[in-house]
């Protein structure tokens, strides 16, 4: 249960619903105990009067005598119907409160689970599957509502209905209270065992749950490339395999269950016999009616459905607690990449220039000092040692061979991971020192992994500032080429793409991306290899609109191609995580590297741009 502790806060917030909802648990059990009462005092005077109906036999009294008995036996039935409407009202009650807290709980559990993840930072969703996080907000959070919910309901009910019946079984007499309720320890025993049982074995079946949700959501992900190769089959019998697995724990945990709930009906129904019996023996020595016989028979049946939940509810919370355990394993999962308590404004100086002489920090708007990278989650070394100072309003360009890192830097400005060594300034103040909302909000960047939602092309490009208006939405996919091929949609704007865009093609999706990034009107713009699905036409296009919408702004441009149209004030060359050349174009080209290397193989191309 040590896991499920964590739910006490919830608890304590709608502590008003649930304090009412074991209040109303009692007044309707209270109701329902009554009932075998009613019946018994019913029972007793049909019994205690038969022989005197039989006395006047064939006098016009027993007429009366028998006349009066109905209207005594429909008084009392009368009242247990009553008992049993103020039972069913309160019981109405009790749902409107537990299960109704229940669901709350639900939504804001779920609700916290969720901005929790959004706060986590990349490694994480590195080093965890989607498939997983998806189950423990989806499989895992429904197992803990079935505790908050329904366990905690029949859970209470049956301590307090078994509370009420023990007492009034007790007032009626001691010897068969016991003698009935003699089994109720095998019981516990039973419950203990397969409860150990159930636990280890609902942790195996939500593990192999999020495998296959992970299988899934990957294969569905790729389904293109899943095609192309024509792997259909193997991937299915893959699934298979694993789906097998699911069923093989699935129905272990199933055998458990359908051993258990028979023995305890077994249980219940010697409860019943020993009832008779015993009760049989105590009405021949005059300590109970017969009416007591009948009344700890309905008692003894109406603890029948309880008794029989106890399996079920231990289930439930043996589950419950394996999913918990599984949430909080992510919620105890605390973001390396965060906000500090005070965030500096943007003209404070996060060190002096002491510290970090590669330049006036004053003037600038990025700097890098001596930033090396390695990745958390795999231990490669991305960068080492990158310095380099880029002022406001000036333009720089990143040029290399794949995997010399360029996206790392990229990565690093909008702090998606924080540097191993070295600082990085923006506006003489250390990224880690900036608000973080309020850092990226400056940014516009448009990643190399181009990543569009399932929903309008006009909401996926109003997704960099919500409040944009349709003219605007409209203005920059101008901007960024991608307007008329657009308004060519069956539904123009309102054209839904698709999960991850799949209905476009990928110079669409970049080009709308471009357009998601810069109608965010930002003071930095960050373009990481955004351009290498468009033709040379459209690229020239948008290198255009690029020339004037970028104009005022600081940007970096991450590429494998060079760029003439567009003016930098410097360029620098990556290999293997380091500069290698750094200048202006004429500079470069005049160094005859790799710069120079490459610019020569696209102007032979014919790919100069």
């Known amino acids: 249960m040590q896991h499920l502790y964590f739910l006490n806060k919830y608890f304590f917030k709608y502590r008003r619903r649930f304090l009412l909802g074991i209040l109303f648990i009692f007044i309707s059990n209270y109701f329902q105990a009554l009932q075998p009462q009613m019946i018994r005092q019913a029972l007793d005077l049909v019994v205690e009067n038969i022989a005197l109906y039989r ?17 005594v036996l429909l008084y009392f039935g009368i009242v247990v119907l009553v008992l049993a409407l103020l039972m069913g009202f309160f019981l109405f009650l009790v749902r409107q409160t537990i299960i109704v807290m229940s669901r709350l709980i639900e939504y804001d559990l779920r609700k916290e689970i969720f901005q929790h993840y959004e706060t986590l930072h990349l490694a994480f969703y590195k080093k965890n599957a989607t498939g997983d996080l998806m189950a423990r907000v989806m499989e895992d959070v429904s197992k803990v509502r079935m505790y908050i919910g329904p366990a905690i309901l029949y859970g209470i009910n049956l301590a307090s209905l078994f509370t009420l019946v023990i007492i009034s079984m007790v007032r009626v007499n ?5 003698w009935s309720l003699l089994p109720l320890p095998i019981l516990s025993l039973s419950i203990y065992y397969v409860s150990s049982l159930i636990n280890r074995n609902s942790t195996k079946i939500q593990q192999q749950l999020s495998r296959l949700t992970s299988i899934s959501q990957e294969v569905f992900s790729g389904i293109r490339v899943v095609k192309s190769y024509v792997q259909e089959a193997p991937m299915g019998q893959y699934f298979k395999e694993e789906s097998q697995a699911y069923m093989d724990k699935s129905l272990k945990l199933a055998r458990v269950d359908s051993l258990f709930h028979p023995t305890m009906l077994v249980l219940i129904g010697l409860s019943t016999i020993i009832t008779v019996y015993v009760g049989g023996l105590e009405v021949a020595k005059g300590n109970v009616t017969t009416g007591n016989i009948a009344e700890f028979i309905i008692y003894v049946n109406m603890l029948t459905w309880p008794v029989t ?15 918990q355990k ?3 394993e992510f919620l105890g999962t605390a973001s390396e990449i965060v906000s500090p308590q005070s965030a500096v404004s943007r003209q404070q100086s996060a060190v002096s220039s002491q510290q970090f002489p590669h330049t006036a920090i004053e003037s600038s708007a990025i700097i890098f000092n001596n930033v090396s990278f390695t990745y958390p989650d795999t231990g490669i070394v991305s960068l080492c040692n990158i310095s380099f100072e880029l002022k406001a309003g000036q333009k720089l360009a990143i040029i290399g061979r794949t995997g010399c890192g360029k996206s790392t830097i990229a990565d690093l400005l909008v702090r998606l991971y924080d540097v191993t060594e070295g600082q990085i300034l923006v506006d003489g103040v250390d990224v880690r020192q900036h608000n973080l909302a309020a850092l990226r909000q400056r940014i516009g960047y448009v990643p190399q992994d181009v990543f569009l939602f399932s929903d309008t092309v006009s909401n996926n490009v109003r997704f960099g500032r919500p409040c944009a208006s349709q003219e605007e939405v409209e203005l920059f996919t101008k901007h960024a080429a991608i307007y008329e091929e657009i308004a060519g949609l069956p539904e123009g704007f309102e054209t839904v793409v698709g999960e991850r865009g799949v209905t476009l093609s990928g110079g669409q999706k970049q080009r709308v991306s471009i357009a998601r990034a810069l109608i965010k009107r930002p003071d930095i713009v960050l373009l990481d290899d955004c351009l290498s699905a468009v033709d040379v036409n459209t690229e020239k296009r948008i290198l255009g609109y690029l020339a004037n919408d970028i104009a005022d702004k600081t940007a970096i441009i991450i590429t494998h191609r060079i760029y003439s149209l567009l003016e930098f004030d410097k360029i620098i060359v990556l290999d293997d995580g380091r ?8 500079e470069l080209l005049g160094n005859r590297g790799y710069y120079w290397e490459q610019y020569e193989k696209q102007r032979v191309e014919g790919l100069e741009v």
Not at 579 to 586: F, P
């Open 579 to 586: 500069i290698v050349e750094e200048g202006t174009h004429s």
């Open 174 to 178: 001691v010897t068969l209270t016991l």
């Open 55 to 71: 006395m006047y036999d064939g006098f016009e009294v027993q007429t009366q005598v028998f006349s009066h008995f109905g209207r």
């Open 309 to 323: 939940s106890l399996g079920w509810i231990s289930s439930l919370i043996q589950q419950a607690a394996a999913s």
């Open 326 to 328: 599984r949430i909080n």
